[in-house]
């Protein structure tokens, strides 16, 4: 798929085929998506973890306070990052992005959640204590067809000023 398709076509899905395994190939291409993604000063501090059993699915879900439809997900990654790196935040949000699209690439959905029962998760997923679960991601194939759902997003003259904040014409 064409770079800027695969960004204009991605929507965070929250409902996943139960029918439809995502293949070893794909999983590998999300991880190695998100081992080629660049940070800040080239730390490489992150570290995932891959959930593909099931019991761990309903866990993630349990522990989670905004995505529990995560439980639904083929398989999930918690991103982690070490918060005394100071683009810590930056750094997760581009690689979440790179899996993704890596992702839908291959007509893998994906939705992202950050809200969570912090201790339960660490202790469950037995996460050590300089690393913060960042962002969980859930991918599957989705339950519906997402072909025609236009994004929710302002226009571009509501976003972009030329040469100087507040020029909404060029100059
Ligand atoms: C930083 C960030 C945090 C988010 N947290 C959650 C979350 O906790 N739970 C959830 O279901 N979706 C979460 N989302 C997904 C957003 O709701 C979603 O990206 C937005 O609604 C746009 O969706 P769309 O691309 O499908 O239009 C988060 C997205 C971002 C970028």
Avoid at 6 to 32: G, M, N, Y
Wanted: charged content about 25%.
């Amino acid at each position: 798929m064409d770079a800027f398709e695969c960004i204009a076509t991605k929507l965070d899905v929250r409902e996943f085929s139960s029918q439809q395994e995502v293949s070893p190939e794909i999983k590998s291409k999300v991880l190695e998506a998100a081992r080629l993604t660049g940070t800040g000063l080239n730390t490489q501090h992150w570290r995932f973890i891959l959930i593909e059993d099931e019991r761990n699915l309903m866990k993630l879900a349990e522990d989670s306070t905004t995505g529990g439809w995560v439980s639904g997900a083929n398989f999930a990654i918690i991103v982690l990052t070490n918060p005394k790196h100071r683009f810590y935040m930056i750094d997760a949000g581009r690689v979440v992005q790179d899996m993704q699209l890596a992702a839908w690439n291959y007509g893998v959905a994906s939705g992202l959640f950050t809200g969570v029962k912090e201790q339960r998760l660490r202790s469950d997923f037995n996460i050590p204590k300089d690393l913060n679960p960042t962002i969980m991601v859930g991918f599957g194939y989705p339950a519906k067809k997402i072909t025609g759902k236009r994004k929710n997003r302002l226009p571009l003259d509501k976003l972009v000023y030329h040469e100087k904040y507040g020029n909404s014409k060029r100059p």
